[in-house]
Each structure stands twice: as structure tokens, then as C-alpha cells.
């Protein structure tokens, strides 16, 4: 009798555990996958081209590829506080910009940075200024290296420069300190034997630099991973946040209509000083050329050690192009081409 109550309460005891070890587990699931829910800003951008995102305090920036180049909003109301930026080659006039995720400030006073493909110039834009009709509002330079296109660009500051440049690997990095260009190859290695012609599609990177930790987030569009550089360019670490066979598998491999099954990850990426923030479009290439999305997006979240801590699953349908991690307010706005009414919307984070 005694026996069967010790096995009795033996066998409640580890119910009881697995239970609860069970509902931790599911608990932990839950807050590392959070869905977020879409509200509208009201505000519809017209652009035929690329859209960029970025906030700065209450600032919400927004960089189109016709003039005015640059649309201002305040975070609070969504109303629009002013625009810069016409097409032109003369003094502060652009002809390809884009705006770079990198924040700056100067005597209290947001800086942002707008890079110019066609003539090569850095342009550092001093918010308050332009608010408040001060000058200066523009500090335009060139590049301080001749060299091959810039394809891409992710960071000028006064003590280095990091772009991609072609058919020299996967980024360039100047230093002003030594006045001297290097060129980062194609890293980590792939497991697979590709065309070097290809690796500049795989790594395409979103890039975002943390100054303070002397760090450098890159996420190769094509691979499930975020890649952790020093401030010059050597890789220290890897973290994957998806199965890198399944890279492999795309690859080699075509459904039956021959479309690509390869998958196509983070194309935008934010960070601030605690963490980095992916865009993940979480879609094969060739489901990203309709209006609907058969997987919705992700925002994946990462501290600068390299641990994935969160994903936030954007609740839509329709494909965002950018985004941008609004620190005050605790949300993220994206830029949708499809959407209609107001293709500026944003997910708050509870």
C-alpha cells in the first residue's frame, strides 16, 4: 500500500513538472514571437522610386526619389514640418540620394546623412537648422577615394567611410586616420561552391554601426544571419536566425514553374545602442513580385552579443520595402508601394 502511494505521488510530482516545465517552455515561445497589429499614419508618399525610413528623437524623416527629396514629420501628430532637397548639381542640390541609417548629433542638433551616387558627395544635413530656417543646413563632401561605382553606401563619419564598391567584395572601408581603402571579400564562406558573380547578389548586406560598441551589424540579404564586423571591417562573429540549408536547398533547387526557392531575408535594418532590428521579408524572390504576401514579414530582433531575442510579426499582407525603429514611442514605421490610401504606417511595440 505504501509503495503504490510513493508511485502515486511520484507520478503526480512529474505530471506536475512536465506541466509546468511545459508552460514555461510555450511562456517563452510567446514572448520571443509577438505579433503587432497595423495602424495608418494618414500620410501617402509619392515617389516612383526607393523610399528610406529614419527617426531621429520626434522626428520622423522620409527620403523619396523625386524632389523634394526629403519630407520631415513630426512623430507626434504626423503632420508634416518641412522638405529639402531639389534636383540639381549645384551647391546643395542632389541628383541620387539616399538616406543612410546613421544618427549624429552636433551641439544638440540631429545630423543625418544623405548620400549622393551620381556625384559621389556625402551631404550631412543638419536637422534643427533646416526646422528652423538657420544656416548651416548642408555640409556637402565629396569622397575622399577614386575608385570603381559605389553600389552601395552604409556609414561616413570623421573617422571612416563603409560602402560597397564594384567588384571589390563585399564592402569597402576607407580610413581617414591612415588615408587608405581596403577591401572586406565576400565572409563568412559558403558551404556551397558558388560564382563569384553571384556572391555579390547573395551578400547584399543592410548594414548599421554602433560606434559606441565598436561594432559593425551587417545582414547578407540571401542568408538567415546577421555577421558582427570590428569598426575595421574583420568579422567576428555569426549568428543565424534561420536554417542555413535552406539557403542550399534554394539554390540548387526550382519548383515546378522554375521560380527561385530561395528565400530572401533582411533587406532594411535599424539599430540603437542596445539592439539591432532586421527586416526580415521572410518570402521566396519570386513571391515578392505580387501584392499579397503568402508569409508575413518579420522584424527580427538582436542584442549586440549576437543573441536573438525577439520576433515581431508584422500583421499584413502586403510587402513593406523600409522601415525605421522609432525609440520614443516604442514602434516601428515601414513604406509600402502597394497600399492605396496611406502607404506610411507603424506597429507599436506593448
Keep these: 500500500m505504501r509503495k503504490f502511494r510513493l508511485t502515486t505521488f511520484l507520478l503526480v510530482f512529474f505530471v506536475a513538472?512536465?506541466?509546468?516545465?511545459?508552460?514555461?517552455?510555450?511562456?517563452?515561445?510567446?514572448?520571443?514571437?509577438v505579433e503587432l497589429d497595423k495602424q495608418e499614419t494618414g500620410i501617402q508618399v509619392l515617389s516612383r522610386g526607393n523610399v528610406n525610413l529614419l527617426v531621429v528623437d520626434t522626428l520622423l524623416i522620409v527620403q523619396k526619389s523625386t524632389e523634394?527629396?526629403?519630407e520631415i514629420y513630426d512623430t507626434n501628430t504626423h503632420k508634416l514640418m518641412?522638405?529639402?532637397?531639389?534636383?540639381?548639381?549645384?551647391?546643395?542640390?542632389?541628383?541620387?540620394?539616399?538616406?543612410?541609417?546613421?544618427?549624429?548629433?552636433?551641439?544638440?542638433?540631429?545630423?543625418?546623412?544623405?548620400?549622393?551616387?551620381?556625384?559621389?558627395?556625402?551631404?550631412?544635413?543638419?536637422?534643427?537648422?533646416?526646422?528652423?530656417?538657420?544656416?548651416?543646413?548642408?555640409?556637402?563632401?565629396?569622397?575622399?577615394?577614386?575608385?570603381?561605382?559605389?553600389?552601395?553606401f552604409f556609414h561616413a563619419d570623421q573617422d571612416f567611410i563603409l560602402g560597397t564598391t564594384e567588384a571589390n567584395g563585399r564592402f569597402t572601408h576607407y580610413s581617414y586616420e591612415h588615408d587608405s581603402v581596403h577591401f572586406i571579400p565576400f565572409?563568412?564562406?559558403?558551404?556551397?561552391?558558388?560564382?563569384?558573380?553571384?556572391?555579390?547578389?547573395?551578400?547584399?548586406?543592410?548594414?548599421t554601426v554602433n560606434k559606441n560598441k565598436g561594432l559593425i551589424a551587417a545582414f547578407p540579404i540571401l542568408l538567415g544571419s546577421v555577421n558582427f564586423f570590428d569598426l575595421d571591417g574583420e568579422l567576428l562573429r555569426n549568428t543565424n536566425f534561420d536554417d542555413p540549408e535552406k539557403f542550399l536547398q534554394?539554390?540548387?533547387?526550382?519548383?515546378?514553374?522554375?521560380?527561385?526557392?530561395?528565400?530572401?531575408?533582411?533587406?532594411?535594418?535599424?539599430?540603437?545602442?542596445?539592439?539591432?532590428?532586421?527586416?526580415?521579408?521572410?518570402?521566396?524572390?519570386?513571391?515578392?513580385?505580387?501584392?499579397?504576401?503568402?508569409k508575413k514579414m518579420q522584424i527580427e530582433v538582436f542584442d549586440w552579443e549576437g543573441s536573438h531575442i525577439k520576433q515581431y510579426v508584422l500583421n499584413d499582407d502586403l510587402p513593406s520595402e523600409s522601415f525605421a525603429f522609432d525609440e520614443k514611442h516604442n514602434r516601428f514605421y515601414t513604406y509600402c508601394r502597394e497600399c492605396e490610401d496611406s502607404n506610411l504606417s507603424y506597429f507599436n511595440v506593448e
Excluded at 83 to 104: D, S, Y
Excluded at 132 to 147: A, D, R
Excluded at 188 to 204: A, C, G, M, Q, W
Design 17 to 33: 513538472f512536465a506541466c509546468e516545465k511545459a508552460q514555461n517552455k510555450a511562456s517563452e515561445e510567446i514572448e520571443f514571437k
Design 68 to 70: 523634394p527629396f526629403l
Design 82 to 152: 518641412t522638405t529639402f532637397g531639389k534636383h540639381g548639381e549645384g551647391p546643395g542640390e542632389m541628383l541620387v540620394p539616399e538616406l543612410i541609417n546613421q544618427r549624429e548629433f552636433e551641439n544638440g542638433s540631429p545630423i543625418i546623412t544623405v548620400f549622393d551616387y551620381e556625384r559621389r558627395i556625402v551631404n550631412k544635413i543638419n536637422l534643427k537648422n533646416l526646422i528652423q530656417e538657420n544656416e548651416p543646413v548642408l555640409k556637402q563632401n565629396p569622397l575622399p577615394f577614386k575608385g570603381n561605382y559605389v553600389v552601395y
Design 187 to 207: 565572409v563568412p564562406t559558403l558551404e556551397i561552391d558558388v560564382d563569384e558573380r553571384n556572391k555579390s547578389h547573395i551578400f547584399r548586406s543592410s548594414v
Design 250 to 294: 534554394g539554390f540548387e533547387e526550382k519548383d515546378e514553374d522554375e521560380r527561385s526557392l530561395v528565400n530572401v531575408f533582411v533587406r532594411d535594418s535599424d539599430s540603437d545602442d542596445a539592439y539591432i532590428y532586421g527586416l526580415n521579408l521572410n518570402n521566396r524572390s519570386s513571391d515578392l513580385t505580387g501584392s499579397i504576401l503568402p
